[in-house]
């Protein structure tokens, strides 16, 4: 029968409730545990290599992140807007002062840098600006953007090529730069950069990068004491040390109290904690003008009171940029490279960091399309002549943190378990309002009155405030917590997992120290422009060589990937440590299950195309033979038969095919008897032959009779009691092959494997097609009452879940094709065919596992309280339009069945 395909729920019946990741319902990447294919091989690479990058769900396939981007904005941004609380906007006060009086520091810096180019205006203007659309289109509103301290040094270094060797005028190169910069943004959106760069990026990278933005900004707060020192009186300065420290205590001392209870009234306390940093900048702003400390010559922000540009050359807000000579647009390409890598590394780990796990984030980003918006400002800030803004370390995080609350959640509940009592579960408020107001906010003040207002600020409350933004980024470093540990004696540290030594954690944690201190070298050197190239070399530096000096329980404990659930040393399945048994004799006996196929056998009904192909094909290039069993191949299947003779030559693995019907028992068990005539056993059985809900045997299409002759059913009415077609294939076929091959281990004292596939319909529902969400309900708990054969005799049992899959009956069946549109997410076969492989190599599952498979993710589906799916490849769009054609079609003609197909004379004779 034709290869399975998985319809998709118009209503999710589940009682609704609060899941949290654990064990039982944990998101992982499938691409883990994976065997490697040859390119050639792959199902949908059409046999080269270019082909499979450039295939539907290939990684260079143009425009493939960005319209799944399209998608999960348009999913989330209405209830971007239906959030807003007092919260909110303490957040978005909080970020106002943490990003614009930043800012301004750094437009000093522009200032002197860009020989007076950029000032305070620019700055302000840019930030407001690029902010207020990232606000509004962005497809992550967390991330918060402005004007970074990298950026400056980089400017400085455009100025002196274009003053020392182009001998243009700078704004002009710097123009181009930033619109070369542009179009190279476009280019890393299109050609979906995200997953060929930062999807390897693991925490230790970003971990190194957040420890290096907190350094940043305390040796920020120490340059802005030296230049203060450098130009006032002693006593200017000594106030001037104490008002940065006195804002930085402040703060902190404000920020928490919430747990002064019972003093003050918990609103009082509430409040004073989420303004704690606006509270203490507008105190020590102001004491400076009481008393005696008002003689004293403080220095204060240098500011624009107009609103023109800063340079005198200029009188508008607009480049000229074409008068340029030629030569000089194309060499300004090299400066706009160094900013592409620049803004794209920094956006993209500002946006990771802001939504890694310990903030409870739950809506989908849209990393592609937020680059490709990135590429858009800064043109914009090109052609007006400013600075570009892009994202921001710490504010971003920062962001996250001052919008994270607790909510009281049922914790995950493995599988046969009761869930446990409910819990506070940290969720970040994930909203636009707070990101909208503070960049209006910050819009506002490129207005003379309220620049001249922001030129009251003193510079040591600004270095107060780097040290507050400094520390809040370090307390939530994972790297801070390891230092602690590094500095406890052994005998108070607590116990570690089998395999995994302090020492080890702790020579993980220097190795980041001094990474760390070699970047920041790096950033007070003329080269400091290139140390986001640093920071990239770390990833194969982590992927590559530290697993050599490391072991894998130490990385698998300290380390996993930044941006994706799971951890780089998941694909290691075959050293796997057996978890979670109090039984350590079983544990060892499931450790030594097979979890190679080299040299084994399996049989896999509908093989001949789809999935299953897909697993064949992964089977045999793993050194497993294979017994198809199938109406037909089709001619990527027909391929197969020629490059895996059977028998293989030199015991390679080989490949076999008969025509089976798999609703028929006697060509199922013919089928099942040739297989180990030629292969003597079966090792791994996939009973993965499985039909969508046709019309033609459809619970809406009653079978056909005199009186019901429009009806397209196939099915016999006069069968008893009656047989549906879809039934037939998705149940009792994969019950009756079940039967066979547990008769056969059972009888023979082998260990086997089981992989059925199922689908997200086993625990949704859909009144469209209710006959095919009955199947796979009825094969999942099939699968389940069968998992205890595991630990007792040795057989795994599992089944697989995935989504909606692109196989080929999706365009060749017109009622799933007319479910299709442009932004169909539909998950690729080979990560289905990886979820199977895991099913059968990982002796973890098998105890009745369902393995649920959305695109670019795993989870296993735990018995009790399951959350529902998430992952992109979930919903087939159509099929809501589906469901909408039935209800209208049965309200307005209802459901015509017919009972007397046969007279009662006809009904005597067959029953004599």
């Known amino acids: 029968m034709a290869g399975p395909e998985q319809p998709i729920q118009d209503t999710i019946n589940v009682v609704e409730w609060t899941p949290t990741l654990g064990s039982g319902n944990t998101m992982t990447p499938n691409t883990q545990n994976a065997p490697a294919e040859d390119d050639a091989s792959s199902p949908t690479n059409g046999g080269g290599r270019a082909s499979w990058y450039f295939a539907r769900h290939g990684k260079l396939r143009p425009f493939r992140l960005l319209k799944e981007d399209v998608v999960n904005l348009k999913s989330r941004y209405l209830s971007d807007w239906q959030v807003f609380n007092q919260q909110v906007v303490a957040s978005a006060v909080y970020i106002f002062f943490t990003n614009l009086l930043p800012g301004i520091t750094f437009a000093?810096?522009?200032?002197?840098?860009?020989?007076?180019?950029?000032?305070?205006?620019?700055?302000?203007?840019?930030?407001?600006?690029?902010?207020?659309?990232?606000?509004l289109f962005s497809g992550q509103p967390l991330t918060i953007l402005g004007v970074t301290g990298p950026f400056s040094v980089l400017a400085e270094n455009i100025y002196e090529l274009c003053e020392t060797h182009f001998h243009a005028s700078r704004q002009y190169s710097a123009s181009w730069s930033l619109i070369h910069a542009g179009w190279m943004h476009y280019l890393l959106a299109i050609f979906n950069a995200h997953d060929w760069t930062m999807q390897y990026v693991t925490h230790f990278s970003a971990d190194i990068f957040s420890l290096l933005n907190s350094v940043i900004y305390f040796h920020k707060a120490a340059m802005e004491l030296k230049r203060t020192h450098a130009r006032v009186s002693l006593a200017a300065f000594l106030y001037a040390v104490l008002g940065a420290v006195g804002t930085c205590l402040l703060a902190i001392l404000l920020s928490t109290a919430n747990s002064w209870k019972p003093m003050l009234h918990r609103y009082v306390r509430l409040g004073l904690t989420e303004y704690a940093a606006a509270i203490s900048i507008i105190i020590w702003i102001g004491i400076p003008y009481i008393g005696e400390l008002a003689s004293l010559d403080h220095i204060r922000l240098e500011v624009q009171t107009s609103f023109r540009p800063t340079n005198p050359d200029r009188t508008t807000f607009f480049v000229r940029f074409w008068e340029i000579p030629i030569e000089w647009v194309f060499l300004s390409m090299i400066p706009g490279a160094i900013v592409t890598v620049l803004f794209y590394f920094d956006h993209e780990i500002s946006s990771i960091i802001c939504t890694v796990e310990r903030y409870g984030t739950k809506k989908p980003g849209g990393y592609a399309w937020d680059v490709a918006l990135l590429g858009t400002t800064t043109i914009l800030c090109g052609i007006l002549g400013i600075p570009p803004a892009n994202g921001l370390l710490p504010q971003a995080p920062l962001h996250s943190e001052s919008l994270m609350h607790y909510v009281i959640e049922s914790p995950p509940a493995e599988e046969g378990e009761q869930p446990g009592s409910p819990r506070p579960v940290a969720r970040t408020y994930e909203q636009r309002y707070s990101h909208f107001i503070q960049a209006s906010l910050i819009l506002v003040f490129v207005s003379p009155p309220l620049q001249r207002l922001l030129g009251l600020t003193q510079t040591s409350v600004l270095a107060g405030l780097f040290l507050f933004m400094g520390y809040q980024s370090l307390t939530v470093n994972p790297i801070l917590e390891r230092v602690v540990n590094l500095l406890t004696p052994p005998s108070d540290l607590p116990a570690l997992p089998d395999n995994v030594s302090w020492s080890g954690i702790h020579m993980y944690t220097i190795t980041q120290i001094i990474m760390t201190g070699i970047v920041f070298g790096v950033t007070l050197t003329v080269a400091a422009p290139a140390f986001p190239l640093i920071i990239i070399a770390l990833v194969p530096v982590r992927l590559s060589l530290m697993n050599r000096v490391w072991s894998r329980e130490t990385l698998r404990l300290v380390d996993g990937w930044a941006c994706r659930e799971g951890k780089p040393e998941d694909s290691d399945?075959?050293?796997?440590?057996?978890?979670?048994s109090g039984d350590e004799e079983k544990a060892s006996e499931r450790s030594n299950m097979s979890t190679s196929v080299q040299g084994k056998s399996a049989l896999v009904t509908g093989g001949g195309s789809g999935i299953n192909l897909c697993f064949v094909r992964m089977l045999l290039g793993n050194g497993c033979s294979v017994f198809i069993a199938d109406l037909k191949l089709r001619p990527e299947a027909q391929q197969l038969?020629?490059?895996y003779p059977f028998p293989g030559v030199d015991g390679k693995a080989g490949v076999l095919f008969q025509e089976t019907d798999v609703t028929s028992w006697p060509q199922l068990t013919a089928s099942w008897k040739k297989a180990l005539e030629k292969f003597t056993t079966v090792d791994v059985v996939?009973?993965?032959?499985?039909?969508?809900?046709?019309?033609w045997s459809s619970f809406w299409e009653p079978p056909k009779t005199e009186s019901n002759e429009d009806s397209v059913s196939r099915d016999d009415a006069n069968a008893d009691p009656g047989h549906y077609a879809v039934l037939d294939v998705n149940l009792v076929s994969p019950i009756r092959l079940s039967q066979l091959a547990i008769g056969h281990w059972t009888k023979t004292k082998q260990k086997g494997c089981l992989v059925h596939v199922g689908s997200m319909a086993g625990y949704l529902a859909g009144i469209a097609t209710p006959l095919y969400f009955?199947?796979?309900?009825?094969?999942?708990?099939?699968v389940r009452a069968l998992g205890g054969l595991r630990d007792e005799l040795g057989i795994r049992v599992g089944c697989i879940a995935p989504g909606a899959v692109e196989t080929p009956l999706?365009?060749?069946?017109?009622?799933?094709a007319v479910m299709l549109d442009d932004d169909t997410v539909l998950i690729d076969p080979l990560e289905v065919a990886r979820g199977m492989w895991q099913l059968v190599v990982n002796p973890e599952y098998g105890n009745g596992t369902i393995l649920e498979v959305t695109k670019g993710a795993t989870r296993v589906v735990p018995l009790f309280n399951a959350s529902v799916p998430t992952g992109e490849g979930v919903m087939v769009p159509g099929y809501d339009a589906y469901k909408d054609a039935l209800y209208a079609k049965l309200k307005r003609e209802g459901l015509n069945i017919q009972w007397h197909s046969l007279r009662m004379d006809q009904i005597k004779d067959r029953e004599q």
């Open 810 to 816: 999706w365009h060749e069946d017109p009622t799933k």
């Open 641 to 643: 038969l020629e490059q």
């Open 573 to 580: 399945s075959e050293t796997m440590q057996v978890q979670g």
């Open 774 to 782: 009955a199947s796979k309900h009825g094969l999942h708990g099939f």
């Open 686 to 695: 996939v009973p993965g032959a499985g039909l969508f809900e046709p019309q």
């Open 108 to 135: 000093s810096d522009l200032y002197t840098l860009t020989g007076k180019s950029w000032g305070t205006i620019e700055v302000v203007f840019s930030t407001g600006l690029c902010g207020l659309i990232f606000s």
